[in-house]
Each structure stands twice: as structure tokens, then as C-alpha cells.
């Protein structure tokens, strides 16, 4: 049995949110069961502080997102990030799913686009380092699109592996920044084929102390980016990196929402995220 935290603000939910809507207009509700759960606890998490958000963002972007309407979100969603990592990494909790909104993997230094407009892994990498030493950490991201924003972040830090499953194929930074083509029509056994192939090796050779997975479902069929997967996969593939994390760093996984605004497919799949992240 792991101890999970689940992260999530009321504010999530009952708004449309750039990109993926309103996709979380029934939590927490949806998740009333799981959460009932004794290892599993749920968490208000707190605005990222503005000095955490300067480690990895320039001053005139971080005055952008504060005249921005969704700047609330973001700052939750980051926070929320921050804290998993840290309670993670204390030995409080094993590990967690973080919700987020307005946050993730397309906020550069400077720039941001997509949906979300502060980066959640940056802040969140710098503070856990600050607070524990060296620390190594892989990010599986497994969102439709590329993550140009978690790439521009960690361009220069071997620390962070970075393997994004996107449009392309790329291996740049001595091998820990690396693009997997798979913008293509798959079943759910042949992308999770792929994760297996491109993703465990690579962090089996790094040796991670944290996985961090961006988990868009924008790749389901019917929603925006479409890859003719099922619901049923995002479980499956939490399920398969959740037994790497166990092999390689003691359980140590964060997974963030990101892409995808099916509102059915959400509350399907983070309940049974939840449920398999506490067994
Ligand atoms: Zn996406
Ligand atoms: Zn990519």
C-alpha cells in the first residue's frame, strides 16, 4: 500500500479554462470514494511564492501572468506541484496526482501558450533541490503535444530527463532530452509499447530520485488530439510507470494532469489513477 496525496483547489473546477474547459466541473465530487480511502489524503495546495516562480521565469512574464485572469489557477497548479514534490521527497507520502489548470509544460522562460502559462516542473525542480541536495529527476510526458515549455526550462540541467512523446523525433543534451515520434493512429497496446520501449530504458540509465508525468489525455479518441486511444489506457500506463517508479525510486511518482478537455474520460480516469496509485 502507498500513501498518496491528491492535490486539488475548488477554484478548478465550475470555469472554462483555456484549452481544456470545464473538464473538472464534478470534482471533487467524482473522486468522493477514492478519497475515502485511509492512505490516501486530499490537499488544498497553496499559490506557488512569486521568488519560486523567478527561479525559472523572467520578471516581464511573471508580471504578464499577474494581470492575467487565470493567474489563480496557475499559481495553485504550481503550488500544488511544489508540494508533492516536497512532501515526496520528505517521506511523508509516496506519491501523488496533482491537478492542474492554466499550468504545465508549454510555459517557457519567457513566453507561454496552450493553456498554460507557468511552469509547474521548473519551480518545483529548484525548490526540492534547494531543500534536499542533488537531485535527479526523470519527466515522462505523455500529452499530445510537444513540451517546449519543460524543454526551454531544463535545456542545461542534466539532472533532468526529459522524454516527451509528441510530433518528433529528436535526442538532444547528451541523451537526457529526447522527442519520440508517435503522432500517429495507435491502439492502446501499441502506445503503451512505445512508452515502455522509449521511456523505462532511458530512465532505468538515469536512476531517477522523482518521476514526474504529464499526463495529458488531449490523446483519447474524440477529444483534440486524437490518437484513437481508449479511457481505459491512461490508467493502464500509470499502472505500468507507477511499477518503474517502484523499481527505480522507491515508488517516488508525481503525475499532473495536463491536456484534454473530455469531461467524461476526467472523471473516469483520475478516480481509477487515484485508486491505483494507493495499492
Ligand atoms: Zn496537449
Ligand atoms: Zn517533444
Redesign the pocket.
Known amino acids: 500500500m502507498m500513501r498518496t496525496g491528491v492535490f486539488f483547489h475548488e477554484m478548478f473546477s465550475g470555469r472554462e479554462w483555456l484549452?481544456i474547459g470545464n473538464k473538472f466541473r464534478n470534482f471533487p465530487k467524482v473522486m468522493e470514494k477514492v478519497l475515502k480511502l485511509p492512505q490516501v489524503t486530499l490537499f488544498c495546495p497553496e499559490k506557488v511564492p512569486e521568488a519560486l516562480l523567478l527561479k525559472v521565469h523572467t520578471r516581464r512574464f511573471l508580471e504578464d501572468l499577474k494581470r492575467a485572469w487565470y493567474r489563480d489557477g496557475a499559481l495553485y497548479s504550481v503550488g500544488g506541484c511544489v508540494e508533492a514534490i516536497d512532501r515526496i521527497l520528505s517521506g511523508d507520502m509516496d506519491n501523488a496526482l496533482v491537478f492542474t489548470v492554466a499550468a504545465g509544460?508549454?510555459a517557457e522562460r519567457d513566453s507561454a501558450w496552450?493553456?498554460t502559462y507557468a511552469s509547474c516542473a521548473g519551480p518545483a525542480f529548484y525548490h526540492a533541490r534547494e531543500r534536499f541536495g542533488p537531485l535527479k529527476m526523470a519527466i515522462l510526458d505523455t500529452?499530445?503535444?510537444h513540451g517546449n515549455g519543460t524543454r526551454d526550462i531544463f535545456r542545461d540541467e542534466d539532472h533532468v530527463l526529459h522524454v516527451c512523446f509528441c510530433h518528433q523525433d529528436i535526442i538532444e543534451g547528451s541523451g537526457t532530452k529526447v522527442c519520440v515520434n508517435t503522432a500517429y493512429p495507435h491502439t492502446d497496446e501499441s502506445y503503451l509499447q512505445v512508452v515502455q520501449e522509449e521511456f523505462i530504458p532511458r530512465a532505468m540509465g538515469f536512476k531517477p530520485h522523482l518521476i514526474l508525468h504529464n499526463l495529458?489525455h488531449?490523446?483519447c479518441q474524440l477529444d483534440?488530439?486524437d490518437l484513437g486511444l481508449t479511457p481505459e489506457f491512461y490508467p493502464r500506463l500509470v499502472k505500468e510507470i507507477k511499477a518503474c517508479s517502484e523499481q527505480l525510486c522507491s515508488g517516488r511518482y508525481v503525475v499532473l494532469t495536463?491536456?484534454?478537455r473530455r469531461a467524461d474520460v476526467a472523471e473516469y480516469i483520475f478516480p481509477e489513477i487515484i485508486k491505483i496509485l494507493a495499492q
Request: cysteine-free; aromatic content about 6%.
Open positions: 484549452i509544460h508549454h496552450g493553456g500529452d499530445r503535444h495529458g488531449d490523446t483534440y488530439g495536463h491536456g484534454g
